[in-house]
């Protein structure tokens, strides 16, 4: 999962418009525009672009290792904490069991385990990003502003998690220790 810091630090905030549309555009085609893994589409959009990243938490490094396409439900179940503080977990969790075959027990597990390892994570906030497979594949630079922006996206995600978890009553998690200590 991605660490609180690097909320927002993403191509579509690195690289100019007609950059990130262009590699996201390839992946939907790439993959014949279905989700590579539930093979299905979205009723609104078939696919999405998801950014698959490799983490070095030894010298807090994300580096980017390429983007394919998923469809909107599996999209969710990838970015859990996103669905989460959007309040659409109950039908992710679904989603990720009946994919898998799954109780819904193991779903939950598997969904705490990811968020114990993100918050782990994101203890650091000196992570560093590397877009460089992007750079290589596609010939791009990133835009200058870039990490203004992704700088900006992180303090609006961040605002609206706390925002949700403070909502939650009695909520005594990591999350709420995380996201009113940081």
Known sequence: MVPQALWGR???????????????????A???????VCGGRGPKWPV?????WQYDDTARVQTLKGV????????AVRHWGK????????????????????TR????????????QWQDRSRFQDWKCDISWAV????????EGGDAIALERN????????????SQEGLGSYLHHLFHES
Request: hydrophobic share 35%.
């Open 10 to 28: 993403n191509l579509r905030a690195l690289l100019a418009k007609d950059d990130w549309d262009r590699i996201r555009k390839d992946a939907y």
């Open 136 to 143: 290589k594949t596609y010939g791009v630079t990133p835009i």
């Open 48 to 52: 999405e672009a998801d950014e698959g």
């Open 105 to 116: 027990a193991e779903a939950q597990k598997c969904a705490d385990d990811a968020m114990g």
């Open 68 to 75: 394919i396409s998923l469809c909107p439900d599996c999209h």
């Open 83 to 102: 669905t989460t503080t959007d309040g659409r977990q109950n039908e992710a969790l679904a989603w990720m069991a009946e994919l898998n075959g799954w």
């Open 155 to 166: 303090q609006s995600f961040v605002k609206a998690a706390r925002e949700h978890y403070a």
């Open 30 to 36: 790439r993959s014949g525009s279905r989700c590579r």
